[in-house]
């Protein structure tokens, strides 16, 4: 009997729920009790859960759930599997060529008409990544197994806004990716507070022998979005931003990853929005001059002002070059 069928004759005789020894499975599959250990440990090697007792009333079982899942993806779950692999390799994920691997196992156990649905289904899809950040990968996959086991680490990290890089040591609590980038979110020893770093701006990393605990009920998501989009609540100088516009246009500033998590009130011509004054005369005019005169300022009246200087600005820029 060839080795993959001996194998799966031990997971069926493992799965009757009932304690086996290793001296019944020789007898039954007449093989040698030294070949059933070595099965037995490719089993487990894969991920089956065989649970070994010693001793007289000794032999094997399988965890009870195991039983029950699922040993075969249908067609739906081995093209949602695919699909995920394909995303998660613009993402730049460090798990590649373990994505690849599996893939390959899928391809290997499915016949010419299920493979053929599934490169149908395969070749629909693609994900464009807008930057390459395939450089990372060793970065992220070091970052993981700091995050997983509780161990501080060491980075060079450069700083937008600062001459040169420094050196941090970071308690990793969670990685998040977040518009096409990759950042750890951390206890940062040098600020004595958690910090959040984007991945790609980290120049070396070495993990360290520092254990640290993690906190408990920590949400890196509620962390890092209010850093990013902090609410207007206890903020001074805030003032209302009213956009007209035609429904398409109006659709795309209310989705904007930054103005609509500001966005008051909608109508089909026009969009209310609450930000700190500071952003509106700052931040804002660079986000609506791509839309043109597909959109028209109502309030405030400063931010129109500002728009006609920042343009001024950038003519007399390019007239002078």
Request: charged share 25%.
């Amino acid at each position: 009997m060839p080795k993959i069928d001996n194998i799966l004759a031990i997971l069926w005789m493992l799965s009757s729920g009932e304690k086996i020894t290793a001296k019944q499975i020789s007898e039954k599959l007449e093989m040698s009790i030294r070949t059933v250990y070595r099965y037995i440990d490719t089993l487990s090697t894969s991920g089956v859960p065989i649970i070994s007792e010693t001793g007289h009333n000794g032999g094997y079982t399988l965890l009870n759930n195991f039983i029950e899942a699922p040993l075969f993806f249908d067609f739906e779950e081995q093209t949602s599997l695919l699909h995920a692999a394909i995303f998660a390799e613009e993402a730049g994920y460090y798990g590649g060529e373990a994505l690849n691997r599996a893939i390959s196992k899928l391809g290997k156990h499915s016949n010419q008409e299920q493979e053929t649905k599934i490169n149908q289904h395969l070749t629909n899809l693609e994900v464009i990544s807008r930057l390459s950040s395939h450089f990372i990968e060793p970065l992220l996959k070091e970052l993981e197994q700091a995050v997983a086991d509780r161990y501080s680490v060491k980075i060079l990290y450069y700083k937008s806004g600062e001459e040169q890089s420094k050196y941090r040591l970071v308690d990793p609590y969670r990685i998040i990716y977040w518009n096409n980038k990759w950042y750890v979110i951390g206890f940062c020893h040098l600020r004595n507070d958690i910090r959040n770093f984007r991945v790609d701006r980290i120049e070396s990393l070495m993990i360290t022998e520092n254990k640290f605990n993690q906190l408990e009920n920590f949400s890196a998501r509620e962390f890092f979005m209010k850093n990013l989009l902090p609410t207007m609540e206890d903020k001074e100088g805030i003032i209302s931003l009213v956009i007209n516009g035609n429904t398409t246009t109006l659709d795309d500033i209310c989705q904007h990853w930054f103005l609509g998590h500001y966005l008051q009130k909608r109508t089909s011509n026009q969009a209310w929005f609450l930000l700190e004054q500071d952003i509106i005369h700052t931040h804002v005019p660079y986000l609506l001059l791509p839309y043109g005169k597909s959109i028209q300022v109502i309030e405030p009246i400063s931010l129109k002002k500002r728009l006609i200087e920042v343009l001024s600005e950038l003519i007399k820029f390019h007239q002078v070059k």
